[in-house]
């Protein structure tokens, strides 16, 4: 059966999705603060206030900002509105900050992506982040998400790693917004496995192997062989996302909690895996299905008034 999406869904779907990535981001940025609670989280006691979302969420705005307006990702356009709209202080990495002043000066795109990091460019986790409701507004293309996967992140992300990262969360999300849509929800080891055409050689791919090898076990055993991001690169980030993904892939607290739970980069893993996870139960509860809860979603601080999301 062919599933033809409609603009209302396909917003929808991505909608969803970055309301789950903000979440996940400004919950897991909490626990780099003393005083945060594993143990009260699990018993369903986030910590009280405001939480700050941080870069994860501001470039994910600005990715679905240009998918809702455009319906693709214009390279040019997406490198402009990233540097335009960058704000250091949201936690953008130093290599990111460098990269987005650059092109902000004028500097084409390519060059500053390119040159980056000794020539080598960036390998690190942050086209990943943005990604899932790109991946969600093609839950009827999963081959399409991950063509625009490619674009959104070269603009950032000359490294291989770096752009597969992005490919891999974005198949994943439009997978997830699939099941969603056709109310059958894969087993772990078989998400995982759907991922594979869309991985090329390399430490990523490894990792991905790895985490079906890992469905099952603990998120313990799971962070130590696949890392929890603590390197801050999309080998090390990209691999445990999906594998939480795939195991809370009905169970979006659970998700999260998971990757609080890991210890690490937990704003980022958190953010891509609820990105991930949302595109698939949405927000609220359905039967069967455990969505972003209402209660996380009025804690976040609002998106920018810029965003394409509706103020609450």
Known sequence: MVTVLYDDARRHLSLDSLQGLSVGDALGAQFFMVGRSLADLKAGRPPEGVWEWTDDTHMACSVVAE?????????????EVFADRCE???????GAVVILHEIRDGRPWREAAGSAFGGEGSCGNGAAMRVPPLGAYYADKPRRAAEEAIRS????HAHPEGIL??????????????ARLSGVRPEPARFVEMLTPFLVDGQVRRGV???????????????????NGSRVTAQDTVPFAVW???????????AVTACVEAGGDVDTTAAIAGGIVAAHTGVGDRPGVTGVPLSWLAQREPLPEWSVVPPA
Do not use: C, M, N
């Open 67 to 79: 998918l809702h307006d455009r319906g693709r990702i214009d390279q040019d356009a997406l490198a």
């Open 88 to 94: 250091p202080y949201r936690g953008y990495g130093a």
């Open 153 to 156: 992140a070269e603009v950032t």
């Open 165 to 178: 990262g992005a490919v891999v969360v974005a198949a994943a999300a439009a997978h997830a917004a699939a």
């Open 209 to 227: 192997a790895r985490a079906g090898r890992l469905v099952g076990h603990s998120v313990a055993e799971a962070a130590y062989e696949l890392g």
């Open 244 to 254: 939480v993904a795939a195991t809370f892939l009905d169970d979006y607290p659970g």
